[in-house]
């Protein structure tokens, strides 16, 4: 973001004139030419510096904590824009984010999305049903439509359909803090009343949205930054639990578990290591398949899941009846949607960064909301709980360096044809989880090294800027760190204050609000006074 004391070039693109371009530490930008190939992947040498420089812009230190201004420097990048936000071979003033490929390298890559992500729809509806004692029969039902509506809200995400979706590479599941809520709402209330939940809250999010755009002018870099930084710690521990298992359950930190999630993340590495290309930006995959391989090598595989059933299973509306409304028995889920909109701000600045596009606040988390609103909607008549945005995938565009949004939305296809060819649904749900949550940690500690990668850029220096993110930190790592600390206070306050990235958010805003903008207004008020006082 620009300074209107500073003019700057879009992101990754030189000066029109004068000296180079020099980040904060006084290094000069890396030329375009040197950023990125044709197919948007950097050389074999230089790769993190490359890449880096792309994504590190010349940050003006007052602009991570004070409100945004309206201008033209908030714009998304706009046709015509040349330089390294396109890689060699693209077309002239297509941004990497919106270059097509070519068909088969595309499902590849939408592919690698979808297996990596696989496992947080499969958990989610195998806790729903043993939670509230489901059928077989309403499980694969449940299942079929979890894909299906993940597909479709990647395809929303990524395309962008009129003000629906911000046209970056997104995916889309359920499951985390909504689904945990949508239990607790239906085993005090009903499934029938949890569904009605979901549906009251998906239409609140959309009467709020115009108030909460008005907001996100408290939500800079260093607020941002500080809950990306939340947010991928809480998604390693996630991928972390699917490979040990929860603490205190039979068979936690298993060794053939913990053997198996090691050894996918070695495989991957390896990989990334040796492969240039094509190969290279596959190595996640790879990795998934080879820890797979190996599972099945050392026998933890129970593959009588993946046979036999019928071809095709057809997502049934109304799974449990028509949705009930109970405004009351629906606010925890509504107040969460708050915080929620705040973590899509958050990982559509982040998605932002990682394709190295410029967006505008304003118009463009809401457009994310709406797309996560408009999912959760139809989810709430499917009988799931509210659909989220997924951080999951930045960090594979990170690691991989595709950054086009085709790419994401040909995972939604591949998601939706999964909701429906009951075969591949029990082929996949058999990866053991401690390869995927192998694979799902190097992924998710991606997303934190973003979040501290944007926190650099905050002039941390600054005793106040230090402070407020100390404390945002400790307040918002709190309850992922030490799980149960609040299970003493009632239920409602404790869903709240359990969600680590909600109350680290509030604290960074409320802070930096109050550090940046109330006590030097009222120092100047204070000042001028004093100054009129001694004429």
Known sequence: MSSPRQSRPPAGQPPASGPAATHPAGEPTAHPSEISDTSGIPDTSGTSETVNSQLTQTVDPDECSRPERPGPHLESARPGTTGSSAGKGAPPGVHPVDESRPLGRILLFGIQHVLVMAATPISA????SATLGLSAGLTVDLLSAAFVLSGVGSLIQSLGPWKFGPRLPFVMLPGGAPLILFLAIAQQH?????TGAVVLTAVFSFVVLPVFSRLLAYFPALVIG???VIVGVNLVKVGAVLVTGQPGSPGFANPTNLGLGMATIGFTVVFYLLFTGILRQLAVLLGLFAGTALAAAVGAID?????????????????FGSPEFNLVAALPLMLYSLA?????????????EAVGKKIDKRTDVPKTVRGDALTSLFGGFFGLPLMVTS???IGIVRV????????????????VIIGFLAPVTRAISVIPTAVVGGTAMVVFAVITVLGIQMLGRCDLDKHTSTFICAVALALGLLPILVPGVYGAFPPNVRILLESGVAVGTFTAAVLNILFHHVRPGVAARLTTAR???DR
Do not use: Y
């Open 125 to 128: 509806i195998f806790l729903m």
């Open 400 to 415: 991989t360096g595709v950054r086009s949004r085709f790419v994401t939305a040909a995972a939604g296809v591949v998601l």
């Open 226 to 228: 500080t809950m990306i």
């Open 391 to 393: 951080g999951e995938n």
């Open 303 to 319: 593959g009588a899941g993946a046979t036999g059933g019928a071809l095709v299973n057809l997502p049934h509306l109304m799974p």
């Open 531 to 533: 100054a009129e006082g």
């Open 340 to 352: 929620s909109m705040a973590e899509a701000t958050g990982q559509t600045v982040i998605n932002a």
């Open 190 to 194: 009903g499934v029938r009343i949890a």
